[in-house]
């Protein structure tokens, strides 16, 4: 199966790419998608990625509903989505 992964703000910056379809098992979760990501991209870029996730700093939705956990299982043609967290002053 197929899911896409889409990146906004300077989520961008960090992977070097706007989207990209990750291919993946039947019943595989978010965590399979970094570590599809560690295999076709910068490691230090995909490091940077978890690093951020981990603090806080950025989220991820699938299909529009935000997730809280990585554990979340995935369908085929699910849209991913990272994104910061919106900050104004």
Known sequence: ???LVEFIGYAV???GKKWLWV?????????????????????????????????GELRIAVNGRIVDSLDSNLSNGDKILVFPIAAGG
Do not use: F
């Open 1 to 3: 199966m197929k899911v």
């Open 23 to 55: 291919e993946l098992a039947e019943g595989e979760t978010l965590h399979h998608v970094l570590s599809r990501l560690a295999s076709t991209l910068d490691a230090g870029a995909v490091e940077s990625l978890k690093a951020a996730l981990s603090r």
């Open 13 to 15: 910056r960090k992977i």
